[in-house]
């Protein structure tokens, strides 16, 4: 499997906490890196967020993103998940960490699939959760989101499936 950026934490603290005042092009970019776009994705992203051409360069630079290869073990708890594999753990028996980061992989993965760049202040809100509280309290949000992208089955499905998997 090809590597892909992800955020590291000192990425996902910029996020929440603006420290460094990133250019908004920059910014921007860094909220679209997820560990799932290739790298001809983020390039295509780019110019329409007016981010610099070196943006993934700068961004890694700053250790704000760096490459992973392969799937984190916590993507592949995810997908294990969303695909009904029963040696996917309940995120409920996960610690308070391991279920924040689920949830933020299946959240950003299925704003990423279903609704696109459509979905990028809803991005935002999901950066600012601090917490999988925060995540779960953001999950009608995303379904009303679904809602419009695909349908209302789907969207209720998806959130039915997320709220199983928290079980």
């Known amino acids: 499997m090809q590597s892909r950026w992800s955020k590291t934490e000192a990425g996902r603290n910029e996020i929440q906490q603006r420290s460094r005042k990133l250019p908004a092009g920059l910014r921007s970019i860094l909220l679209m890196v997820d560990g799932q776009r290739s790298d001809d994705e983020l390039q295509a992203m780019m110019s329409g967020l007016h981010a610099p051409d070196d943006a993934l360069a700068q961004l890694a630079a700053d250790g704000l993103i760096e490459r992973r290869s392969g799937a984190a073990s916590m993507l592949a708890a995810v997908s294990a998940a969303k695909t009904g594999e029963p040696a996917a753990p309940a995120l ?22 279903h609704i696109g760049l459509k979905g990028y202040f809803l991005q935002l809100k999901v950066e600012r959760c601090a917490d999988a509280d925060e995540l779960v309290a953001l999950l009608p949000d995303v379904a009303t989101a679904l809602t419009k992208a695909r349908d209302h089955t789907f969207a209720t499905r998806w959130l039915e499936d997320v709220r199983a998997s928290m079980a």
């Open 92 to 113: 409920q028996a996960m610690t308070p960490a391991e279920r924040y980061n689920a949830l933020y992989a299946r959240i950003t993965d299925d704003i990423r699939s």
